[in-house]
């Protein structure tokens, strides 16, 4: 949080935020995410930028910060609470600490596949979960965005089923859903920031570690991984996330602005979503040894009605309705 404080406080001059009297000001918002350049998060946060740019005739800009330059996500949520920071891309598993029912677009094998990811992120229930977010903490998702299934990398033993993660130190995000469901599967979820997970694995405080497989090509982890085991256990979806005090300082022209370009970033981030998955995947291939785990033993791990966060009647309520989209 200091580093967030101590460089925004040095962009101030540059003028963040606006008032609907400035509609027609040329003015700049700083928009922070964690991923290297060449990630997909990346590409789609610059796309964004443009997208705002075209849409304002270049009045609105919107700089990106990547490779959390300016601080941690979850000091970025902090940051966005507390109008320090004006966007950010933020996964959904940071917003279960604020609002525990959000936890549910994060369950384990709630998913299918690519498209029924979109259409549960489309659903009234999504909009619903945007709306206790804004109420409950000062933040405005402006868009929701899939991101690919995650699997399972570990240092010196093969995950073949859920009984092979008994007592293995995984490293999770840090975010209370993750920790809930590798306990459920039986391994020790030692949450830490993105940043460090590298050395983590390298000097043993973990022994593993579940994401994307782009995202481990672009923190490199194959160098320090052994084996990927093809889980598919949880879809996690980001989000490009604002200020609602800076976003409600803003003309209706220049929030209609952000709405609208948020929503065509979202479709080009799926799409480039998919086809990175897939090449990610086949460059692992070369590097890990792949596994084929039996998915059956990890989904009956799994009791939704065990984890705490979405055990509300609201939490009841919207994963019933998100289990009867299909």
Not at 72 to 99: C, H, R, W
Request: some cysteine; charged content about 20%.
């Amino acid at each position: 949080m200091r580093k967030l404080i101590s460089t925004l406080a040095s962009l101030a001059l540059l003028g963040c935020m606006a008032t609907a009297a400035q509609a027609q000001q040329k003015l700049t918002l700083n928009f922070s995410h964690q991923m290297a350049p060449e990630h997909t998060l990346h590409l789609t946060a610059v796309r964004f930028s443009e997208l705002v740019s075209q849409k304002t005739n270049g009045n609105l800009t919107v700089k990106v910060y990547p490779s959390a330059s300016l601080g941690a996500e979850k000091d970025n949520t902090a940051g966005l609470k507390n109008g320090m920071l004006d966007m950010a891309i933020i996964a959904v598993e940071q917003y279960p600490s604020f609002v525990p029912e959000t936890a549910v677009l994060v369950l384990p094998y709630l998913y299918k596949d690519y498209p029924h990811v979109m259409r549960i992120l489309q659903s009234d229930v999504a909009k619903d979960l945007q709306q206790m977010v804004v109420d409950k903490t000062g933040i405005r998702i402006l868009t929701f965005m899939p991101m690919a299934f995650r699997q399972m990398f570990t240092v010196d033993k093969e995950v073949k089923t859920a009984a092979d993660l008994k007592g293995l130190k995984m490293r999770v995000p840090e975010s209370p859903i993750y920790v809930a469901a590798f306990k459920q599967f039986g391994a020790v979820p030692t949450p830490l920031a993105w940043g460090e997970v590298y050395a983590s694995l390298q000097t043993g405080v973990a022994k593993g570690v579940e994401n994307t497989p782009e995202a481990v090509i672009s923190a490199s982890l194959q160098e320090v991984t052994k084996f990927m085991s093809l889980s598919n256990h949880i879809e996690g979806p980001a989000t490009i996330s604002m200020s609602d005090q800076a976003f409600k300082k803003l003309s209706p022209e220049y929030q209609a602005a952000l709405l609208s370009a948020a929503a065509e970033a979202a479709k080009y981030e799926y799409e480039l979503t998919v086809a990175r998955d897939q090449e990610a995947r086949e460059k692992l291939k070369a590097k890990l040894t792949i596994i084929q785990p039996d998915a059956a033993s990890f989904k009956s791990a799994i009791n939704y009605d065990e984890i705490q966060l979405v055990s509300s009647d609201k939490g009841k309520e919207l994963i019933k309705r998100l289990l009867a989209i299909q």
